[in-house]
């Protein structure tokens, strides 16, 4: 099937804006995450989704920052006021739920193509 | 938090040598242990992985050790091809019914020169 998509593929803006780019999981999966990747470094944490449980906020690197999930589906990721410090890779990722008499969930995360943003 | 130290960052070697890649981490709690590779421009891509119960695991010339006494884990990858050039990293999580976050190191940049 259809893995994880992201968009835009790149975003360019201008420093003060705000951008919203978009993470569509694999279909079924229910554990959705959205990390950052700078130029020439490792991959940083930013926020995760877990069916109703309250999100992981706790990479946010600031108030700016804020994402949403619908149910199980789609979830957008917000940066207000955008600096130039906010441009890099913006990857997400999704993992499903094991089946079985162990519940819980995949630790696989399949990651999306990433967006690129550069904030001028 | 976790925390995640890589080495080295950049390896360089022959076509069909070895390759060893080391990650140490910082919380006891973390039982899962990721590897992926990405090639330029491209997502990253999950290799290989290990649980906290297991401490070697192995797939065709892939191998992942992990030392949880040490709290260190390490990639070994043999016979090594042109197209295994890329960026490695490695991450830990702690994982329980709800997920987990992966905290990953800086990565390893390795080329093989054919």
């Known amino acids: 099937g259809a893995g994880v998509s992201q968009s835009p593929s790149n975003k360019v803006t201008e420093k003060g804006k705000d951008v919203e780019l978009r993470c569509d999981p694999i279909?079924?999966?229910?554990?959705l995450y959205w990390y950052r990747q700078r130029l020439g470094q490792g991959l940083e944490f930013l926020i995760y989704f877990q069916g109703n449980s309250a999100p992981d906020k706790s990479g946010l690197p600031s108030d700016r920052f804020s994402a949403e999930r619908t149910g199980e589906s789609v979830s957008t990721l917000t940066i207000q006021r955008t600096q130039q410090e906010d441009s890099a890779v913006y990857l997400c990722?999704?993992?499903?739920?094991?089946?079985?008499?162990?519940?819980?969930?995949?630790?696989?995360?399949?990651f999306g193509p990433g967006t690129r943003l550069t904030v001028l | 938090g976790e925390n995640v130290e890589q080495h080295p960052s950049t390896l360089s070697v022959q076509e069909g040598d070895s390759a060893v890649i080391k990650c140490t981490y910082s919380d006891s709690a973390s039982n899962y242990f990721p590897w992926y590779k990405q090639e330029l421009g491209k997502r990253p891509q999950l290799i290989i992985d290990i649980r906290s119960n297991v401490g070697e695991k192995k797939d065709q010339r892939i191998a992942v050790t992990l030392n949880k006494t040490a709290k260190h884990f390490s990639l070994h990858i043999t016979e090594t091809q042109p197209e295994d050039s890329a960026v490695y990293f490695c991450?830990?999580?702690?994982?329980?019914?709800?997920?987990?976050?992966?905290?990953f190191g800086q990565g390893t940049e390795l080329s093989v020169k054919p």
């Open positions: 279909s079924g999966h229910t554990a």
């Open positions: 991450a830990a999580s702690i994982v329980g019914n709800q997920g987990g976050k992966l905290i």
């Open positions: 990722a999704s993992s499903s739920k094991m089946m079985g008499l162990a519940g819980g969930l995949s630790r696989t995360q399949y």
